[in-house]
């Protein structure tokens, strides 16, 4: 089945501690994509991969990373999370192709204390 | 800043009527995209439009896009329950569907 999956889907945590949220496709996509979405503000790009080792910022990439070392995976990293990074998190996947929508994981919602 | 503009943002309508959301945006493009997000869940493509005067249905919904007024129009004909939601119009600022701006997203509730 073809997929976009997300871990994890929940995580409550204190400021200051790293984490990883991790996002994998299997349907050899060459773009992959995080945003953010919060109410009232609809979803916001963060950061955008359009293949292997190529990444690129998107609207709002203040205090986040990520890296694409494989064409499958696409973790993104909050080295020091603080509150206002509290949220919830999509990850997609496309092909290069624009008459191809993006395909969008369940979702990570993050809780920052 | 390509800003994309959403009418109404909320919307509670009666079963069997018709209705009609507006996304607006800011700059040229002409790839506009649809989602449908159920609450606590993911997003799920509606309609992908791709040219000037596209124009596509899928049940109770036709969408169409109007790149010259840079207007984009989700039309819900006879709302049912099921069609309760929220919806995201999605404007391509790139050449290749990767650099999509989303709406704030309308929310949709049916009543009987």
């Known amino acids: 089945e073809a997929q976009v999956t997300q871990n994890p889907r929940y995580l409550i945590t204190v400021t200051g501690k790293k984490l990883t949220v991790t996002c994998s496709q299997n349907?050899?996509?060459?773009?992959m994509s995080w945003y953010r979405q919060d109410p009232g503000l609809g979803l916001r790009q963060i950061y955008y991969?359009?293949?292997?080792?190529?990444?690129d910022k998107g609207d709002v990439p203040e205090g986040y990373k990520v890296s694409r070392k494989e064409k499958r995976n696409f973790p993104l990293i909050l080295e020091s999370p603080s509150p206002n990074q509290t949220s919830l998190y999509f990850c997609a996947s496309s092909t290069r192709r624009s008459n191809q929508p993006q395909h969008f994981g369940d979702g990570t919602r993050l809780s920052i204390l | 800043e390509l800003k994309v503009e959403q009418n109404p943002l909320f919307l509670s309508m009666q079963e069997g009527k018709n209705y009609t959301i507006y996304c607006n945006y800011s700059t040229t493009s002409d790839r506009l995209y649809w989602y449908r997000q159920d609450p606590g869940k993911s997003l799920e493509s509606l309609f992908v439009?791709?040219?000037?005067?596209a124009v596509k249905q899928e049940g109770r919904l036709m969408a169409s896009l109007d790149t010259k007024a840079r207007l984009s129009t989700l039309h819900i004909t006879a709302a049912v329950h099921d069609l309760s939601a929220t919806y995201f119009c999605a404007v391509d600022i790139g050449d290749s569907g990767y650099a999509l701006n989303f709406g704030k997203g309308t929310s949709l509730l049916v009543t009987p």
């Open positions: 991969s359009m293949n292997v080792e190529v990444t």
């Open positions: 349907m050899n996509h060459e773009y």
């Open positions: 439009l791709l040219s000037n005067g």
